[in-house]
């Protein structure tokens, strides 16, 4: 079990830290701002169970892509850490990443205010392309390891499970943060998320390498 807890450690904390619900709260707090508390309730409800099924999805059927467009985990390890190093490069500087919300996003959302569950919020702000590569990734790198993988989906559960926590009290927590707090802690994901990014990049090289 030595080697199962680190793995777990790793790929809960980085996949929290990508999903990172924390800098969401300033974009859904202003998007449902004067929305009735049960209106608000079921957005979160919604999106949180988009996120935790893209996740799953993706975790199960991840290693078929690689089959189907013939790339190996090593090539799809370097370009996902290059992926992640720039969301958590703009998490660092206070920013809403920009591979996750586009401001057509933003735009789409506050006109159709009925489908923000979906899009923005579900996909691509909570269930972006960072979270989606990483849960793919450790999933491969667990291989047929049951305890492996049996820790993907356990880490993909307790950010569902925390990122409908902080949704659900957002706007007590937004408020009890301020803009100040929030942006720090999602700069401290940030720093993690660039260190997980650069060992990704990392492991693709050596294996590429390995393998030659």
Request: hydrophobic residues 60%; without cysteine.
């Amino acid at each position: 079990m030595t080697a199962e807890v680190p793995f777990f450690v790793a790929v809960a904390a980085s996949t929290f830290a990508i999903v990172d619900p924390l800098g969401a709260l300033p974009f859904f707090v202003s998007l449902t701002e004067g929305f009735p508390d049960e209106d608000r309730l079921y957005i979160v409800r919604r999106s949180v169970f988009i996120l935790g099924t893209i996740l799953v999805i993706f975790a199960l059927f991840g290693r078929y892509l690689f089959a189907a467009f013939g790339f190996t985990l090593y090539a799809f390890e370097v370009a996902g850490g290059i992926l992640l190093f720039f969301v958590a490069y703009e998490m660092l500087n206070g920013q809403t990443a920009r591979a996750k919300l586009s401001p057509a996003d933003r735009e789409e959302a506050l006109a159709r205010r009925d489908e923000l569950s979906v899009v923005p919020l579900g996909i691509p702000l909570l269930a972006g392309p960072g979270a989606i590569s990483t849960v793919m990734i450790y999933e491969g790198t667990a291989g047929t390891d049951i305890v492996l993988n049996l820790a993907v989906f356990v880490a993909i559960a307790i950010t569902t499970g925390l990122s409908w926590v902080i949704l659900h009290f957002g706007v007590r927590l937004f408020r009890m943060l301020g803009r100040i707090g929030v942006m720090a802690i999602a700069r401290i994901m940030g720093l993690l998320l660039a260190a997980v990014a650069v060992q990704f990049v990392i492991n693709g090289i050596l294996g590429i390498v390995a393998s030659y």
